[in-house]
């Protein structure tokens, strides 16, 4: 019986110089995922791997650093130690996509990674162009297990959630900051802790 997680790798190789559909129709599958005690389970990794057409181990890699924690492939899941909001891990497959996917020229998802010496690039075999995969900035935040009611700092947010609030997540909180932005940096000040939910108010 063939290993799910082997199937998947075979998968993702042998598609790995087929051209895909044109970028009109390049829609990467929206993320599906639940909290499973303490854990975040991604039930379509296997789906979402399919369609950018990359390595399983490659796409994992970046989510646990994107997410900061540790994980594991099981089958066609992705299980994330901790508990992290969709709309976070969306975010971080929108960022994947766009460094090591769409090519920047034409738009199109029609790429390749290949190694050039000890550099990394993305090569298109659409319209023949290539460029470095750019390095991600460190996130700056700090991380903390002991955040308290009434605390004040500086955060970074991230991403936004479905009402529109900025999303920081720290450590094994996600924050969230009305009217913010992502790349916005706020002075926040803890209003409330409700398990790993914390809410915020400017502290401005």
Not at 13 to 39: D, M, Q
Not at 157 to 175: A, C, H, L, T
Request: aromatic share 6%; proline share 3%; charged share 30%.
């Amino acid at each position: 019986m063939t290993d799910p997680y082997e199937k998947l790798l075979k998968q993702a190789y042998s598609n790995i110089t087929e051209k895909t559909e044109s970028s009109e129709r390049f829609v990467v599958p929206e993320a599906k995922a639940y909290v499973e005690g303490k854990t975040t389970v991604l039930e379509n990794f296997a789906d979402i791997v399919g369609k950018v057409r990359r390595d399983p181990d490659h796409l994992m890699k970046f989510l646990l650093g994107e997410l900061g924690t540790s994980g594991k492939i099981d089958g066609n899941r992705a299980i994330f130690n901790g508990k992290f909001e969709i709309q976070l891990i969306k975010a971080i497959f929108k960022s994947y996509v766009d460094d090591f996917v769409i090519c920047s020229e034409c738009g199109k998802p029609d790429t390749r990674l290949v190694k050039d010496d000890r550099v990394t690039l993305l090569r298109c075999d659409a319209c023949g162009s290539h460029r470095p995969i750019r390095k991600r900035k460190a996130r700056t935040e700090p991380v903390s297990e002991n955040l308290e009611e009434g605390q004040i700092m500086d955060v970074e947010i991230q991403s936004v959630s479905k009402r529109g609030d900025g999303v920081v997540k720290m450590g094994r909180y996600i924050m969230y900051v009305n009217g913010a932005k992502p790349g916005q940096k706020v002075k926040i000040k803890i209003s409330r802790i409700s398990g790993s939910i914390v809410f915020t108010e400017r502290a401005e």
